[in-house]
């Protein structure tokens, strides 16, 4: 990416290859967010797309904590 360049090259001697570090630290999230989503993508057949297959088998929305509307 910055091939003949001092500047850079001392940064990268001084402080690591940022750059690189954070991109191979942005596919590892990615990869693992795929696997945990996985599950979340097939339904058991039969039932709509947007519901889970069972109860609980989903992401559920948490009450917040404090005063509930009446």
């Given at each position: 990416m910055f091939q003949d360049s001092p500047i850079y090259d001392r940064?990268?001697?001084e402080h690591?290859?940022?750059p690189t570090q954070t991109r191979r630290e942005a596919e590892r999230v990615s990869r693992e967010l795929e696997y945990v989503m996985r599950p979340l993508q097939s339904h058991a057949p039969?039932?709509?797309?947007d519901r889970?297959?069972?109860p609980g088998a989903g992401w559920q929305r948490a009450a917040l904590p404090?005063?509930?509307p009446h």
């Open positions: 940064l990268v001697a690591g290859d940022i039969g039932l709509p797309a889970p297959a069972s404090g005063p509930r």
